[in-house]
């Protein structure tokens, strides 16, 4: 399995604002994931942080609302930008150890006013 | 894509007796079928998966079954326990598809003590 962390574990924004969401992994993984799971609902896929290049992103979402970095192979960060309500969900990372197993973080809860 | 349906959308059953929670998916390229445990407040937890070239794997008091032909897999939890409460997501991945997850919309459990 892996030990995941993400920070901050949860958030109350004020609509406009920013937030950057870290997640940092217990060892190097070639795959990392980004899902949003909105209030009641379940996990979709925003991205995929490739180390040392653009992430790659689902139908739906685009980079200037949700910029992703991945600098190494254990960290990783989401930013989700220009909030407004409709963004309050809960943001997962994941990461794949092989054979497509994929292990999620704790999650961030993200609530906009 | 991939499209994945999970039934029932909510399970209620007494502490002691199975439940059973069935998804079925569309992309017959998939290979690849991940069951998660989520609770509340906490991550998806990577319960029991199974692939392609198997048709029933167990752990303990749970189980998992596919059918490739029908296109569909189900998850058996045996002798429930009030800890078993907690959503349920099945998902699919297709083959060369870059790791990535289709999930189910998720089963609600409830074990009654």
């Known amino acids: 399995s892996a030990v995941i962390s993400q920070k901050p574990s949860r958030d109350i924004c004020q609509r406009g604002t920013s937030l950057t969401i870290q997640c940092q992994v217990d060892?190097?993984?070639?795959?990392m994931f980004w899902y949003r799971q909105q209030p009641g609902q379940s996990l979709t896929l925003i991205a995929t942080?490739?180390?040392?290049?653009?992430?790659?992103?689902e139908s739906g979402f685009v980079i200037d609302k949700f910029p992703i970095s991945r600098p190494n192979l254990t960290f990783s960060t989401l930013t989700v930008s220009n909030m407004s309500p409709e963004d309050s969900s809960i943001y997962l990372c994941?990461?794949?150890?092989?054979?497509?197993?994929?292990?999620f973080g704790p999650g961030t809860r993200l609530l906009v006013l | 894509g991939e499209n994945v349906e999970q039934h029932p959308s909510t399970l209620s059953v007494q502490e002691g007796d199975s439940a059973v929670i069935k998804c079925t998916y569309s992309?017959?390229?998939?290979?690849?079928f991940p069951w998660y445990k989520q609770e509340l407040g906490k991550g998806p937890q990577l319960i029991i998966d199974?692939?392609?070239?198997?048709g029933e794997k167990k752990d303990q008091r749970i189980a998992v079954t596919l059918n490739k032909t029908a296109k569909h897999f189900s998850l058996h939890i045996t002798e429930t326990q009030p800890e078993d409460s907690a959503v349920y997501f099945c998902?699919?991945?297709?083959?060369?598809?870059?790791?990535?997850?289709?999930f189910g919309g998720g089963t609600r459990l409830m074990v009654k003590p």
């Open positions: 994941s990461v794949d150890k092989g054979r497509e197993t994929q292990y």
């Open positions: 060892s190097q993984v070639t795959m």
């Open positions: 942080a490739n180390q040392g290049s653009e992430a790659t992103y």
């Open positions: 992309d017959s390229a998939s290979n690849y």
């Open positions: 199974i692939r392609s070239n198997v």
């Open positions: 998902a699919a991945s297709p083959y060369n598809a870059g790791n990535m997850l289709t």
